[in-house]
Structure formats: C-alpha cells, structure tokens
C-alpha cells in the first residue's frame, strides 16, 4: 500500500519537475450572439494595462511573467525571487524566504519520501524559514509553496542537498491577485463595448458580443424607413364598438359625426390579436359605387378584390381594412366643406381607441370621387396618413383643404386616355402641389420643392411608372401612366383581371 502511494507522489513531482506556471494567464473565446467567433476584437486587461486581440477563431491569451531580485539581497548566488500582486518569493539551498503585504498567506507544507505530511503552516508579512529544521529525521523530502493555485515543488535531503521544480537556477512564479477593481474589456466594431469584473487573474473566460443597436432617429416630422410600430390606445383592449350588422368579409357599422351618422365597413385579419400593432388601409370608393362594395363585390373592373385588391395580397393578415361612405348630397364626398375630413379624422381616432393599429403606418386609396378625397385628405392629414395610392385623381368637384405645407408619400395611377378625369390635371396640378412639400429636409429638417423635377411618362403601348429623385427618401413620389381611359385596374395587354396595379401599390406601402 505504501508503494502505491511513493509511486503517485513520485509522479505528482516529475510533473512539477516539467512545468511552469505563469504569474497569470487570461484566455478565451469570443463569439457573437450567433456564436460565429470574431476576429480582430480589442481586448484589455484594463488595471494591468494589457491587451491582446482575437485571432481567426476568436481566441485571446494575456499571460504575465514577471521577475525581479528581492531589494535587500546583495548576493548574486541567490536565486531570482518571482514578484506578484503580493509581494516576492524565492528559495536559496533550502532557505524560503517571502515578503507580503497581501491578506493571501504563503501555504508551506513538506512531505517524507512516503507522501505523509510532515509539517503545515501559513506565512504572512515577511520573514524566512529553514525547511530543513522543520523535519525531524534524516531522508528525502517534498516542500511545496502555494499562493491560492499556483504552486511550487522542491525536493531536498536534510545533508543540504536541494533541488527545485524549475531546475537550479529557477524558482517558480506565483499567480497574481487581481487588483481591486480589475476588470477586462472586449471592443470590436458594431458591436456593444463589453466589460466584465475580475476576481482572479487566472482564467478562461466565453465571450458573446451583442451587435449594436443603433438609436431610433428622430426628425422634426415624420417616421424613419422601416420604424418600429407605434401601437395606438387600442392596443390591449377589447373594442367597445357594435356592429349594426355583419356582411360578408366585415361588419357594418355607425359614427355620429356632428348631427350626421356616418357608416362604414371594417374588416378584421382572421386571427386579430389586441397586442398586434395592425396597419390600417382605407378604401375610399367612386361614384357610383358604395362603401359595401369594396368589401363585397361581384369581381369587375372596379371591384376585382375587397379593398382594391389590398386584401388579397395581404396573406400574413397585416391590415385592418375599413371603407368609409361618402355623403348622400348627390355626389359621394363633399365638394364644399370639410364634413368629410371631420369624419375621416373621427373615425381614424375611433378605430386607434378600440384596435391595434400602428399608428405610423395608416394608408388610403381610392379612384376617381374616391382619389380626389383621399387626394383632399392628403393635403390636411400628412400627421396621421403614412402614404396615400389615388387612381385617376383630379383636383375639381372636391373641398381641397389649405395644405399644410408638410410631405406625405404619394402615388398615383392615371391614364393618358382619361376623358372624365384629365391626365395633364393630375400631372400639372395635383402632382406638383405634392412635390412642393416633398423635397429633400434641408439641414433645419424642413423640406424643400422639388416640383421642378418632371416624371417621365409612357410613350407607347403598356405603362410607365417614374420614381422621383429630389425627393425625401422617407416621403417617395411615384406617377404612373398607362394608355388607358378612366379606369383604375389599369394592364398592359388583355383585360383588367391583369391588372398590375395593386401589386404596384403594396409595394409602395410595404416599404415603410
């Protein structure tokens, strides 16, 4: 049984007779959130004043050998004394000598030949120690000098015969003590700066970085591209609204509007969640027609889809759609006083009390009676529409509100064979009027006019469809022309059924 047991200390020491422990040695991995490791990161011992960078697999080391001789020594032949955080160390022909001013004492402990311990103690401050007084027979002995987990190995014989682990002329480091406060700081471009406190100098540490997200800009008006939705008061709450009657694909309902009620159509995505910011689209219908067409209507040229063909193409279930009706004076919207924008203001507030709807991104539509008041509500409502889509427009037989001299994306669809609504009306006057408040913002953030800026137009057979370049990225203008007569659902060959106008404008609506 003793042999087994020579046998494994003898192994423990021929190890340490083969090693070398460093003061410290920090290393590690860094990756991002993906777990892809990431190369070139700065990395900053930050109270010893080191650094290291990441190699191609994300690997750090930062490791510290420091030696000094003990001040008070004068002797050559005395071995080199390791300095850490807490002092030196250093042994000479079985003389242990230590200094430290730090709480961690100097552990000694020595073993016989057997691997019995023979002697224990903890040395503190400064001062020296014969190990060779500290055993009582003659034979072969172990020391071993620890400081937390660093150690170092000697073997000698009490007839004054020593060798250390390192070899004659070494004595091994001790780990450094973290100093107070230490930390270690990893920076790499787009990526949020990480720091994380240390305890210990002698350790291995798995890094993930997190990719910078940037601030949300902000503009005297309007939303950036592609903003996070803003949900409305609605969000959370179950709707108060009664329907006066369910039709196919929605529900009917009124609004009391000064000494007027007003009635309009809502349909909801299949599986409308309260906590869901939805966007909003209103359909504004022609003459001739009604609100309830638009939500269920026999497919023709007009009505080739709910919602001009907005609901078809919304297969994740984005949208609330609503389509208001117009006025019964003979003619669907007001062509004299703002009774309808009061209603459409109404309304919208109405809907955002009692649905999730985002807020920043409510759009409207509509053809002919239907693009002229979407077109009138653009000039006043820039504040609360996102973008507007107008067929076959014209800026007569409408209440135009004074503009408000603020941009609102725009697109409109008209064709050059219009004989109701006139093409160069749309182009020359409602057009312009748009791109006036639409122009790049200025360094003050105010918008400048870019009307001067003309679209180009469809020459032949099919349509053309001009993106305009002086304007603010953020409120886009498109004009598209086609040689067709007053007709919405315009195509480039065959008949209306195709159409490429809705995709057009989901398009234009799905970019911000």
């Known amino acids: 049984m003793k042999a087994k047991h020579l046998s494994f200390l003898s192994a423990a020491c021929i190890a340490a007779l083969c090693s070398t422990s460093f003061a410290y040695t920090i290393e590690g991995t860094v990756k991002d959130d993906q777990g892809k490791a990431l190369k070139d990161v700065s990395v900053s011992l930050l109270k010893e004043g080191k650094t290291a960078t990441t190699d191609k697999d994300g690997k750090f080391t930062i ?3 420091e030696v000094v001789t003990p001040p008070d020594s ?3 032949a005395i071995r080199p004394a390791y300095k850490n955080s807490i002092g030196y160390i250093s042994i000479n022909n079985g003389i242990l000598s230590y200094s430290q ?3 961690s004492p100097v552990q000694v402990k020595i073993f016989n030949s057997l691997g019995s311990q023979v002697f224990k103690s903890s040395l503190t401050g400064s001062g020296s120690l014969d190990l060779s007084t500290k055993v009582k027979a003659r034979g072969t002995y172990f020391a071993q000098v620890a400081v937390g987990s660093a150690k170092q190995t000697l073997k000698f014989t ?3 015969s020593y060798s250390s682990s390192l070899g004659a002329q070494r004595a091994d480091a001790l780990m450094k003590d ?9 920076i790499a471009t787009d990526f949020d700066t990480l720091t994380i406190p240390l305890g210990t100098l002698d350790t291995t540490l798995d890094v993930k970085l997190t990719k910078v997200v940037p601030p949300a800009p902000t503009f005297k008006f309007g939303y950036a591209l592609k903003n996070d939705p803003t949900p409305s008061k609605g969000c959370g709450t179950t709707s108060k609204l009664q329907k006066t009657r369910s039709v196919e694909n929605g529900d009917r309902f009124e609004l009391r509007v000064g000494s007027e009620n007003r009635e309009y159509f809502l349909t909801l995505p299949k599986n409308y969640d309260n906590k869901k910011p939805y966007k909003l689209l209103f359909a504004m219908h022609c003459m001739g027609s009604n609100a309830e067409d638009f939500v269920h209507h026999s497919p023709d040229q007009d009505h080739p889809s709910p919602y001009y063909g907005q609901q078809k193409l919304d297969t994740e279930g984005n949208y609330i759609f609503v389509s208001p009706r117009g006025d019964t004076d003979g003619m669907p919207w007001s062509v004299s006083s703002d009774k309808d924008h009061k209603f459409i203001n109404q309304l919208l507030t109405t809907l955002e009390e009692n649905y999730c709807i985002d807020t920043s991104r409510v759009f409207m539509t509509g053809f002919s009676f ?17 973008a507007v889509a107008v067929y076959a427009t014209a800026d007569y037989n409408i209440y135009l509100p004074k503009n408000k001299g603020l941009p609102i994306a725009w697109m409109a669809v008209h064709g050059k064979n219009d004989g109701t609504c006139q093409y160069n009306r749309a182009r020359d006057s409602a057009l312009k009027r748009i791109l006036k408040n639409n122009g790049k913002a200025d360094a003050d953030g105010n918008f400048t006019d870019a009307s001067a800026e003309k679209p180009k137009e469809v020459g032949g057979s099919g349509h053309l469809c001009y993106d305009f370049t002086t304007v603010d990225e953020r409120f886009p203008v498109k004009f598209c022309s086609w040689n067709g007569p007053h007709q919405w659902t315009a ?3 065959g008949n209306w059924q195709n159409t490429w106008v809705p995709q057009e404008v989901r398009k234009f609506f799905e970019q911000f």
């Open 101 to 103: 001013s730090s709480k």
């Open 63 to 65: 490791h510290e050998d």
């Open 74 to 76: 004068q002797d050559v």
């Open 178 to 186: 973290a100093q107070q406060g230490e930390a270690i700081r990893f």
């Open 370 to 386: 239907g693009a002229m008041v979407t077109n009138s509500m653009a000039q006043d409502m820039q504040d609360r529409l996102r």
């Open 491 to 493: 195509f480039d060959n």
């Open 158 to 160: 009490t007839d004054g």
